[in-house]
């Protein structure tokens, strides 16, 4: 099992940077590639970032790259999403998740989330 919990989120300027932290606990760290997601209001929920278990490979979606990074750090079991230039459309509610395969775009292919946390960009 591993228990995943978020924090950073909150109101944004259009325009401004976000920063969100994942703390893991439960089992090693270390085997799992973990990812980002989220779910604007009334849309299906879309992967955002990812980064493996070694954090040697990272993927982003389209509308983040260029304009985020996904890290991690073993040794306080946490992993963080940094992205510039926010606008409106990135508002949601951000998801933390891992997963015990290669890491990949697909939720289903992750065993574990986080509760989210929202992220709201006023223009």
């Known amino acids: 099992q591993v228990q995943l919990v978020e924090s950073g989120g909150g109101s944004v300027q259009a325009g401004g940077a976000l920063g969100l932290s994942c703390a893991a606990s439960?089992?090693?760290?270390?085997?799992?590639?973990m990812a980002w997601f989220r779910q604007a209001p009334g849309k299906a929920r879309e992967f955002v970032a990812a980064?493996?278990?070694?954090?040697?490979?990272?993927r982003y979606a389209h509308s983040v790259l260029g304009r985020s990074i996904i890290s991690r750090v073993s040794g306080n079991n946490s992993v963080y999403f940094h992205m510039i230039n926010l606008t409106p459309e990135d508002t949601a509610v951000y998801y933390c998740?891992?997963?015990?395969?290669?890491?990949?775009?697909?939720?289903?292919?992750?065993?574990?989330w986080g509760q989210g946390i929202q992220v709201t960009v006023s223009s």
């Open positions: 998740a891992a997963t015990s395969s290669a890491i990949g775009v697909e939720g289903l292919r992750y065993d574990y």
């Open positions: 980064v493996s278990d070694r954090g040697t490979s990272t």
């Open positions: 439960g089992e090693t760290f270390g085997h799992y590639g």
